[in-house]
């Protein structure tokens, strides 16, 4: 594990308690965001089963399940601390620790990725790497959701809810994410950049798309 992940593990893993507390579902979200998950949920064949990449502590698996209970979840994250604030008995999910970059899984499995917010630890020259693995899960005519920090640059996170980190925060373009899944194959239906809200620092960026039948 490079320098940069062991960093990002051992910092999520410091702040997993007080993350789950401070933000234990979607009620964070706006309405926005909501409406392109709701749209990522409804492409979704019956049963699907559904990636959180990037899961930390399991906000969206709950959203997910109680969206749609008859989804086969599984979450993967690399933070230890984070998967076991997502071990939740009201949600049935396998939880994997694993890098975006690297998934345990075989290609064509999942009828659904679920990205949302994991490639802001990402470096723009390892996007189209990261897009590549999640669509290569992907089953034919399976959905990949990104949501993300939107425009360029990257900051440095030195404390976190409290706790002293040493994170790496990377912003993309919406294009850039766009072209990442195009090049891995896939037909991009949705590229979206809403403005930051009060709380929020940067842009935000959306895209979906789907993998060809």
Same mark, same amino acid.
């Given at each position: 594990?490079?320098?940069?992940?062991?960093?990002? =593990?051992?910092?999520?893993?410091?702040? #997993?308690?007080?993350?789950?507390?401070?933000? !234990?579902? #979607?009620?964070?979200?706006?309405?926005?965001?909501?409406?392109?998950?709701?749209?990522?949920?409804?492409?979704?064949?019956?049963?699907? %089963?559904? &990636?959180?990449? *990037?899961? *930390?502590?399991?906000?969206?698996?709950?959203?997910?399940?109680?969206?749609? +209970? +008859?989804? %086969?979840?599984?979450?993967?994250?690399? +933070?230890?601390?984070? &998967?076991?604030? $997502?071990?939740?008995?009201?949600?049935?999910?396998? &939880?994997?620790? $694993?890098?975006?970059?690297?998934? !345990?899984?075989?290609?064509?499995?999942?009828?659904?990725?679920?990205?949302?917010?994991?490639?802001?630890?990402?470096?723009?020259?390892?996007?189209? $790497?990261?897009?590549?693995?999640?669509? %290569?899960?992907? %089953?034919? *005519?399976?959905?990949?959701?990104?949501?993300?920090?939107?425009?360029?640059?990257?900051?440095?996170?030195? +404390?976190?809810?409290?706790? !002293?980190?040493?994170?790496?925060?990377?912003?993309?373009?919406?294009?850039?994410?766009?072209?990442?899944? =195009?090049?891995?194959?896939?037909?991009?239906?949705?590229? &979206?950049?809403?403005?930051?809200? !009060?709380?929020?620092?940067?842009?935000?960026?959306?895209?979906? $798309?789907?993998?060809?039948?």
């Amino acid at each position: 594990m490079n320098e940069r992940l062991a960093r990002a =593990r051992a910092g999520y893993d410091a702040v #997993a308690a007080d993350y789950a507390a401070l933000l !234990p579902d #979607a009620s964070f979200e706006a309405g926005m965001d909501l409406a392109l998950i709701e749209q990522f949920v409804d492409q979704l064949p019956a049963g699907a %089963r559904v &990636l959180d990449a *990037g899961c *930390g502590t399991g906000r969206m698996l709950g959203h997910l399940h109680e969206r749609e +209970s +008859s989804l %086969r979840l599984v979450g993967i994250d690399l +933070s230890s601390g984070m &998967l076991a604030e $997502a071990a939740r008995p009201t949600v049935p999910t396998a &939880l994997v620790a $694993a890098d975006l970059a690297a998934l !345990p899984f075989d290609q064509d499995v999942f009828d659904g990725v679920l990205a949302w917010y994991s490639i802001i630890h990402v470096p723009s020259d390892a996007l189209a $790497a990261a897009v590549a693995e999640m669509a %290569r899960v992907l %089953r034919p *005519g399976g959905t990949l959701l990104l949501g993300f920090h939107a425009g360029t640059g990257e900051r440095t996170i030195t +404390s976190a809810y409290g706790q !002293p980190v040493g994170l790496t925060s990377f912003l993309h373009l919406t294009t850039d994410v766009a072209a990442a899944a =195009r090049a891995a194959g896939l037909d991009v239906d949705t590229v &979206l950049d809403r403005a930051p809200r !009060p709380t929020e620092k940067h842009d935000q960026g959306f895209v979906l $798309a789907q993998a060809p039948k």
